[in-house]
């Protein structure tokens, strides 16, 4: 059974960055695709960004291009989320997902993290 735990969420200011990181175990974070969601109460879980098992291929939702950045490191079976210039409608609580393939339905993926709350103020 794969698990994944979160960490690096916080508050932080307008304009501020964080880096969350998601560690793995119990599988190589190399076998997945690894992804970024986040979600805010009341909303629908939202996909935030994702990187392919092989080669660099990244994937950002439109709101969030440009301002974050994935990235895996595979000997220490952790995917990051480098997040700059973040913005208030930035804050949520953001979850690390994984699957074997990438999932259109964010409910489909097979494996979750318990997720970090980042908050942005203004």
């Known amino acids: 059974q794969v698990r994944l735990v979160e960490s690096g969420g916080g508050l932080v200011q307008a304009g501020g960055s964080l880096r969350l990181s998601c560690v793995a175990s119990?599988?190589?974070?190399?076998?997945?695709?690894m992804a970024w969601f986040r979600q805010d109460p009341g909303k629908a879980r939202e996909f935030v960004a994702a990187?392919?098992?092989?080669?660099?291929?990244?994937f950002y939702a439109d709101s969030v291009k440009g301002r974050f950045t994935i990235s895996r490191e595979n000997a220490k079976n952790t995917v990051y989320l480098q997040m700059d210039s973040l913005k208030p409608e930035d804050t949520a609580v953001y979850y690390c997902?994984?699957?074997?393939?990438?999932?259109?339905?964010?409910?489909?993926?097979?494996?979750w993290g318990q997720g970090t709350q980042v908050t942005v103020s203004s």
């Open positions: 990187t392919a098992r092989i080669g660099a291929s990244t």
């Open positions: 997902a994984a699957d074997q393939y990438p999932r259109a339905i964010p409910n489909d993926w097979a494996y």
């Open positions: 119990g599988g190589s974070s190399r076998d997945f695709v």
